[in-house]
């Protein structure tokens, strides 16, 4: 066929802006999981469920054990295991989970972006968990070359100001087994993100998910009240027409949707998560709404490009 017979659209609406690229790791968060289940040998759908929930299989003198610290790290459940297990899940950490590793210049990439916009980075480690680590624990390497990547491909904007403080990474919450949290500072110390055990013991997939979501409370705390109230009226169209967008991570699809549906905050720091991680999927899944919830959904985005400075993301 002649060239010219292919028509080009071109995107209507304010002038084009780069796109900016989250890392891969970020960016797959768009498309269904993945099962590994093929890969690995001796891997099964329950296990590799087990394995991206945090549960890992340790080698003891009296055998092998899966389990994992449950309960806000007050107690562990463990239950026989065996070497084929025990093999399957360090093949499915190596492709999908979060190891420990020492890595000097991930972590001095990471204070590089952290400290010129005022930011500590706080380490705790299971054994010591309850207490913060004088200086930042060497052995998080790979998770500080991915929280590397990911503030980066953020606006500075959203680095240098209160709502973002300290980074949190390794611990245990105040309630059971929580995953992560954000904290507002009410006292002035300014904004957290917690980032716990569960969720860098887990799978990656987990953790950058996790990671957006919390950085997305620090953004919706940040909002004009002008900015709120626009999305707060959108948001009253999405939830009644039940049309939040759902991607899988920790949870199945349908959970994450549902996590919006009771709350405007979570909806924000979702939506946050989804408008850096999904970009041309987000834009795809506005544009195929009917009408009424395709304007809501174009003002809850034209809000986030106003909040990211003309930002947007591949
Ligand atoms: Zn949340």
Redesign the pocket.
Known sequence: MAAHARKCYLRAGPPMTALRSMPPEVRELRGQWPSQVERVPFLTAELEKDFRFGQRISKTERGYYMGGTIKGGTSSVWYPSSREEYDAYHQWRKLEGLHEARDEKALMRLLGILQPNGIELVTRRHGNASRAEAKPYEGFGPLYSTCADVLVALPVSHLSRPELKRIHLGGWGPDSAKA???TRGTDGTGGSVLMYDFAIRGARRTFVGLFL??L??AHESALSQDERQKLERAYDVIRDADAFMGIEFLLERSARKL?QKF?L??FL??TYLIYTACGTALRAFIAEQEEKVRTAWESVYEVFRATFLGIEYE
Do not use: D, I
Request: glycine residues 8%; aromatic residues 8%; proline residues 0%.
């Open positions: 992560s949290a954000y979501h919390e997305g409370h996590h709350s905050n979570e720091a979702e």
